[in-house]
């Protein structure tokens, strides 16, 4: 998996409807009628799927008057596509396809490169500018480098879109980053639990020291260990998303930086690398 980095860095399936219970002998009244399904904004039809709400992650030229774009999509994950002729001068997809924009889109076909046949503009949110634009490209390598396609992933879906809002409306971007990065790992499955230590099982503390092991979790500190050390109060805040304090901010960010490099196996992140160097988280 791939894990993305940092930018200040320092720098998302409805659950089943439960069945019925079975009234007891003695009870007379009928069983409550079924509340009937509210209509689902997608729809699969074989090879189609019409509706998804999406965003442009990445796209890049194929032919000539082509392009490839890898779609996050609510309820499909992350999905490679070719849209035809989006290239065109005259192509009602041209101005569409732009990172940060919500879509509803809608594709054919069973191979892993499918064919997208619609795209429209749902609106509804704010233009991300200046540092909260590179912010947004920085989500968005994060995403391509740590989801693999065709995972549906919908709680993370909607996080990335509270995200792009909270980071248009100037919400403070490390703060923002940290609990998307954090996010982004749980809904992965690679993300420890920084509440309980892996040696002895006990609560973190939080006026101790420790290391985090990015495949298992906190453990106290040693002399000779290479990684960062964090303070338990940190872990604990981090657990809960309380970045109010700076030495946690301060903290969070090492860390998460050292867990998405891990995660990434060493591949860079090209837009905290950017971020770094402009020096605004």
Not at 216 to 233: C, F, L
Request: neutral net charge; hydrophobic residues 40%.
């Amino acid at each position: 998996m791939s894990t993305t980095p940092d930018a200040t860095l320092d720098a998302p399936l409805a659950a089943a409807p439960q069945g019925a219970g079975v009234p007891a002998a003695s009870d007379a009244s009928p069983a409550p009628a079924k509340r009937p399904r509210a209509p689902s904004r997608e729809r699969t039809i074989g090879t189609k799927v019409a509706g998804q709400p999406a965003f442009v992650l990445h796209s890049y030229p194929y032919k000539e008057t082509s392009l490839i774009i890898d779609l996050f999509t609510r309820d499909f994950g992350r999905v490679a596509l070719i849209a035809k002729g989006a290239k065109r001068p005259h192509s009602q997809l041209r101005g569409v396809l732009q990172t940060f924009q919500p879509l509803s889109s809608s594709w054919v076909g069973k191979s892993e490169l499918r064919t997208l046949t619609d795209a429209e503009w749902v609106g509804g949110m704010l233009p991300l500018e200046k540092t909260a634009l590179l912010c947004g490209f920085y989500l968005n390598e994060l995403l391509v480098k740590l989801l693999a396609r065709d995972d549906a992933h919908p709680a993370l879906f909607d996080h990335y879109v509270s995200t792009l809002n909270q980071l248009a409306h100037n919400e403070p971007a490390p703060i923002v980053l940290r609990k998307f990065e954090r996010a982004l790992l749980k809904e992965t499955g690679v993300a420890a639990d920084l509440t309980r230590c892996i040696e002895t099982r006990s609560a973190v503390r939080s006026e101790l020291v420790y290391v985090v092991d990015p495949e298992r979790g906190p453990r106290p500190e040693r002399a000779a260990d290479p990684w960062p050390r964090v303070a338990g109060k940190t872990l604990l805040d981090m657990e809960c998303e309380n970045y109010e304090d700076a030495a946690t901010q301060a903290q969070s960010k090492q860390l998460m930086r050292f867990l998405v490099a891990h995660h990434l196996n060493g591949a860079p992140l090209n837009t905290r690398q950017i971020l770094i160097d402009l020096s605004q988280l």
